[in-house]
């Protein structure tokens, strides 16, 4: 026997989760499925950031959003998903990125996004902690950062979830499980992060590994979220390997020590070579981390597509399938604004901003 949901979204990770939540809303019979558990694969091994940022208007649009409807959920849930509204300062280490501090703030005030342009003295003040000779930063002022695990479980309260239960085939309006079980669905949403390839083979969406630490408790050490500017090449080069600092305060007093990519398959194991410099160039920013206890290091893998969009949308060579996937390292902050996308589409709705730079299909075209 077959059964029949207005719309079934595979994959219960953050973006999953957000799609669910959002179909939910507007009335339909939703099944979320996940060959794991809620929350255990990409989303489980994230950093919890949700942060505006402006590599391109299009990435401006969907973080500014996103980020929004991140803020507006915590009025109600701020304790269920760990709200903790730090912000965020891009550090400068020199005069070529004071002037991307320059620059970027021109930018953001133009959109309406509130920042403060930090000197010297404005940068130490806020974070004394950092090591001598910076020359001042970037702070986002509504910038947050949330337990991703726990908001994966929140959208998914009040929606029908199958947790252990893979799906190895999608068809016109219908999922074949593992089992053998048939599902139809009027909507079927591929939201499998970067192992959404598996069930759609054309999507270019590879796995690229990173290394998170976690320390034991130090409130105070830091009270941002922390990230030098040498970040966005990092992130944006499709390198083998790379590593920037970034630090990020929990609401429990610890902290999680970023970042690294690496182009390594669906291997998880610790490269103890790239957590050594991930661990060195975050000493170099903030020194004192040397005297920290860190409890644990694990992996994850972001999600990368080709041209560093998401692919939102209908998929026309399957009927009634949608993409939500390829968010790379911004999967938890645009996963509320995917799903606003992605609604706005299969119900007909004015489109909250312009889809056009993340059309699945464009990978078709």
Request: include cysteine.
């Amino acid at each position: 026997m077959t059964s029949k949901y207005d719309a079934i979204v595979i994959g219960a990770g953050i973006v999953g989760a957000s799609c669910a939540a959002e179909l939910h809303r507007a009335g339909l019979r939703v099944l979320a499925v996940d060959a794991f558990k809620v929350g255990c694969g990409t989303t489980g091994g994230s950093m919890g950031h949700v942060l505006v940022m402006d590599d391109s208007e299009a990435q401006l649009n969907m973080t500014s959003m996103s980020r929004n409807i991140w803020n507006n959920l915590a009025e109600s849930h701020s304790a269920e998903i760990e709200y903790n509204p730090c912000g965020t300062i891009w550090i400068a280490a020199d005069d070529e990125e004071m002037e991307a501090v320059h620059s970027k703030a021109d930018n953001y005030g133009k959109h309406g996004i509130a920042v403060q342009v930090l000197d010297q003295e404005g940068l130490y003040s806020l974070e004394p902690n950092l090591r001598p000779g910076l020359l001042g930063g970037l702070r986002i002022i509504d910038d947050c950062v949330i337990y991703p695990p726990y908001s994966s479980r929140l959208f998914l309260e009040p929606i029908e979830l199958r947790e252990n239960c893979r799906a190895v085939q999608v068809l016109d309006h219908q999922v074949i499980l593992e089992d053998g079980t048939k599902l139809q669905g009027e909507y079927i949403v591929n939201a499998c992060g970067a192992a959404a390839p598996d069930l759609t083979p054309e999507l270019p969406i590879q796995p690229r590994k990173g290394h998170l630490v976690i320390t034991d408790r130090y409130p105070d050490f830091c009270r941002h979220q922390l990230v030098e500017l040498g970040y966005l090449k990092s992130a944006l080069k499709m390198e083998k390997e790379s590593v920037a600092f970034n630090i990020q305060p929990r609401l429990s007093g610890q902290f999680l020590v970023g970042s690294s990519r690496e182009f390594a398959g669906w291997d998880d194991g610790i490269n103890h070579s790239i957590l050594q410099r991930m661990l060195a160039r975050a000493c170099s920013y903030m020194p004192k981390l040397r005297e920290l206890l860190a409890i644990r290091s694990w992996t994850g893998f972001r999600p990368a597509s080709p041209d560093k969009m998401p692919f939102i949308g209908r998929w026309p060579k399957v009927k009634g399938l949608y993409i939500a996937a390829g968010h790379e390292g911004l999967g938890i902050t645009n996963s509320t604004g995917t799903a606003r996308l992605l609604a706005d589409e299969i119900l007909g709705r004015t489109p909250s901003i312009d889809p056009d730079p993340f059309r699945a299909a464009r990978i078709l075209e």
